[in-house]
């Protein structure tokens, strides 16, 4: 069987589109390595698969806040993060090399790395696909193309990428097209679905269990209607959102399950109405098998989850590629897109009631939920993956 390394970001939604696809293949008799931050060792061990810990520039970005600060100069975080990841995998694999090279699409030391030693290589997409004639960052950019900092990335990588066999053209290397990607996302879901070709698979979201490293959870009541609220783990530190939610569904008929993140203080919101139960974190899947309506930031895997459970959805972005999400959901009749500047007691209240109270948006998202099921993603991602290997020799 084949040695298949998987080159991870250090985000949640980056690595939990992949566990599902480490298990098939480990479960398929393949030996699997995974980069991992120390984070994100519980997960990849209980996917099977053996962690390459390394140390990482972002640091703790799985926790990161969303704002001007953090998100400045992402670019160049990026290529720090490229340069440290190779240094350190590379003394790691030494003579062991993998027979493919398994990455996200913006782990790039992953490509460094495989081009070095002329490795094929699998690319991983949690959120859009990128081709010659798409590129989500286009339609909504992600940072200011004359940002200091962007200019210094683009420089330092000009330079690098010679050094590793690659032509010495930022541009070229963004847009390039791998031979295999994957895509974590339904075709009938990704803007412009119908142009990417068989180069590309749509695998869906890889959903695995994660009850093993993240607990599990269960309804108080089965009468009673679930409301799950989350504005995802690198929530932005905006408590005035929580209050708000307080002061929306408190002693409400539903249920309220609310997640904060790591930025706000639970202690800071007050007095807690009965018919809220509130965490840091919440096991997301368990809270999505019975919930109702999912009010959330529209990040891609709590998009993904939401639909695959066939919860329609209250989206509140909080960044640009979450609102892409958010449009695109509003725009195929699945929930509804809240921009943040109109986010008050009263139109949470009244969004969550008319996309629950919405017989049309249940029927699409039902059909979506069929959609997503009718995929093993898993089984689909894998397979591409081991054409890969067959292709290469």
């Known amino acids: 069987m084949a040695h298949i390394a998987f ?36 997960a990849i061990k209980a996917a099977g698969a053996t962690p390459i810990v390394y140390e990482s520039p972002f640091g703790e970005f799985y926790r990161s806040p969303y704002n001007d600060e953090m998100m400045a100069g992402e670019g160049l975080r990026c290529l720090d993060e490229a340069i440290a990841l190779h240094q350190q995998v590379s003394g790691y694999y030494g003579d062991d090399r993998p027979d493919v090279v398994v990455h996200d699409f913006m782990a790039w030391g992953a490509r460094f790395y495989a081009s070095e030693h002329e490795l ?24 200011a193309p004359d940002d200091p900092r962007i200019l210094e990335m683009i420089e330092r990588i000009t330079a690098l990428l010679p050094t590793f066999g690659l032509p010495g053209d930022m541009g070229a290397f963004v847009t390039d097209v791998a031979e295999t990607g994957v895509i974590f996302l339904p075709r009938e879901f990704h ?19 994660r009850s093993t490293f993240q607990g599990s959870w269960k309804p108080k009541s089965a009468e009673r209607p679930v409301l ?49 139960e509130i965490r840091r974190h ?23 989850e939401s639909l695959y459970h066939g919860v329609p959805m209250v989206a509140v972005p909080q960044m640009n590629e979450q609102r892409a999400n958010a449009l695109r959901v509003e725009e195929l009749g699945l929930g509804r897109h809240l921009p943040r500047e ?42 591409a993956v081991e054409r890969r290997i067959v292709a290469n020799g």
């Open 120 to 143: 094929p290589a699998v690319r991983l997409f949690p959120s859009y696909g990128v081709s010659e004639t798409f590129n989500i960052a286009a339609k909504y950019p992600w940072s």
């Open 7 to 42: 080159f991870n970001f250090p985000a949640v939604g980056h690595v939990n589109p992949t566990l599902g696809v480490v298990e098939e293949l480990v479960k398929r008799g393949h030996r699997v390595t995974c980069t991992a931050t120390e984070f994100f060792v519980p």
């Open 342 to 383: 109109e986010v008050t007691a009263e139109s949470l209240r009244a969004s969550v009631d008319a996309v629950a109270a919405d017989a049309a948006v249940a029927e699409r998202v039902r059909a979506m939920k069929e959609a997503l099921r009718a995929v093993d993603g898993p089984a689909v991602a894998a397979d």
């Open 228 to 276: 799950l609220i989350s504005l995802g783990t690198a929530s932005t530190g905006w408590p005035e959102f929580f209050s708000l939610a307080l002061q929306a569904f408190g002693d409400s008929h539903r249920d309220v399950v609310m997640a904060l993140g790591d930025h706000i203080d639970p202690a800071d919101l007050g007095d807690v109405p009965a018919n809220f």
């Open 282 to 304: 919440v096991p997301q899947l368990d809270v999505l098998r019975h919930a109702d309506v999912f009010l959330t930031h529209a990040g891609m895997n709590s998009t993904m």
């Open 191 to 209: 803007y412009e679905g119908d142009t990417f070709d068989d180069r590309f698979v749509f695998a869906g979201p890889s959903i695995k269990d």
